[in-house]
């Protein structure tokens, strides 16, 4: 890959650029999946012209950041930015020589430059050189990663806040785990089964060899019509294929003999028993993550807390509901609102009763989306996050 020089004169190309120019992939890199939308170019290319304007800066943005680990995207999109989804806007990328402008990694140093009214990240050396005085010039080197799973960029949002549910979170339109594959005893008549214990399953396996298993399904029932929008399994572990079973006739041809297949419990979340339903693990999902405001107007409430909790606050889960059918995303970003309380006004005689106005609460950031339903983030929350909340467009 060639090295693009950058002279003083094209400095104000570079503008802010959170998303790790000299982080690049190579285009012989794995071909993850990195969304970045026609319309996050065009704006990265308008801001790419002449940086942002002073007002759109955090009150108290600093004049540098060194990228350490465990930074987000976020977390420096908020350093930098009032509104952290607007990521576009903190780079302005070659777009000839930056294949992938989501990476950004530890040891990296963010300058914030201000010319005029408007400003714009500059990306320097660790220890604290930029690439020396502003006649200079600044060679940009894309590294090479050979992994994109792990290069030891940093991710968008807390990745390990969610990992584990990526496997765990089944939304189905329909209650198809009825027919799934089953337990259907376990070895030495446990009732319940825990990691390591044997567990006999009948059903159509279809060839899988590793499942998760399955307690049932829940309707999931939307707050404001009643409607149900689809039912939720609870997630029990996961399953190991040790053997088939087989269905044989006896010897006198009047029956046939049931062997169920045989599974070792792996994981475990909650003990499994007779009756779970087994579900193939899906392929994992490791496309990035990017943060961004719904393109129209959405909202919705939230149907329930994961975890069957009451309330819920900063990095716990939430299900929404909205899906891909009403034009939720992942990576979309959320306003949270809490409903406004009635309220008697005693200051007037007839004392009438008010509804207080409704009050942003926090935000949320979409991970997981089926068709009607959507799990989200919390990021941010001044107040415990209830079922049927509000949500809406940042």
């Not at 890959?1 to 794995?30: D, F, K, T, Y």
């Not at 807390?305 to 990095?315: D, F, H, P, R, V």
């Not at 309220?343 to 609460?361: F, G, H, N, Q, Y």
């Amino acid at each position: 890959m060639s090295r693009p020089q950058i002279h003083s004169h094209q400095r104000l190309r570079l503008s802010l650029w959170v998303g790790a120019a000299l982080a690049a992939l190579c285009s012989q890199a794995p071909a993850a999946t990195w969304p970045v939308t026609t319309e996050q170019r065009d704006t990265a290319a308008q801001v790419a012209q002449a940086g942002i304007p002073l007002s759109e800066l955090s009150s108290n943005a600093p004049e540098s950041h060194t990228v350490v680990r465990g930074d987000t995207l976020w977390d420096i999109s908020k350093l930098f930015l009032r509104s952290p989804w607007r990521w576009p806007e903190l780079w302005g990328m070659n777009l000839e020589q930056i294949k992938n402008p989501h990476l950004i990694y530890p040891g990296q140093v963010l300058y914030l430059v201000k010319v005029g009214d408007r400003a714009m990240l500059r990306v320097g050396q660790p220890g604290g050189s930029t690439g020396g005085s502003m006649g200079d010039t600044v060679k940009l080197s894309p590294r090479v990663r050979a992994d994109a799973l792990d290069s030891g960029a940093i991710p968008a949002i807390p990745l390990h806040l969610i990992a584990p549910f990526l496997n765990e979170a089944v939304v189905l339109s329909t209650d198809e785990l009825a027919t799934a594959p089953r337990i259907v005893a376990s070895s030495e008549d446990h009732v319940l089964m825990t990691r390591g214990e044997t567990a006999y399953v009948r059903g159509d396996l279809k060839g899988n060899r590793d499942f998760r298993v399955f307690r049932e399904a829940t309707p999931m029932a939307d707050p404001d019509t009643g409607e149900v929008l689809g039912y939720e399994s609870r997630y029990v572990g996961t399953a190991e294929f040790v053997r088939d079973g087989s269905v044989t006739a006896t010897l006198d041809g009047k029956s046939n003999e049931i062997v169920p297949a045989t599974f070792k419990m792996t994981t475990v979340r909650i003990e499994a028993g007779v009756g779970d339903r087994l579900a193939p693990v899906p392929p994992r999902d490791y496309a990035a993550y990017v943060p961004h405001a719904p393109a129209q107007a959405l909202k919705g409430r939230i149907i329930s807390i994961y975890g069957e909790a009451l309330s819920a606050g900063q990095n716990q889960i939430i299900s929404l509901n909205r899906g891909a059918r009403d034009g939720v995303e992942r990576g979309h970003v959320m306003a949270l609102w809490r409903n406004g309380a009635m309220a008697v006004d005693t200051t007037d005689s007839k004392r009438p009763m008010m509804k207080l106005p409704d009050e942003r609460i926090g935000t949320i950031f979409v991970f997981r989306v089926f068709d009607r339903v959507s799990y989200a983030l919390i990021l941010q929350s001044e107040d415990p996050v209830r079922p049927g909340d509000r949500f809406s467009q940042p």
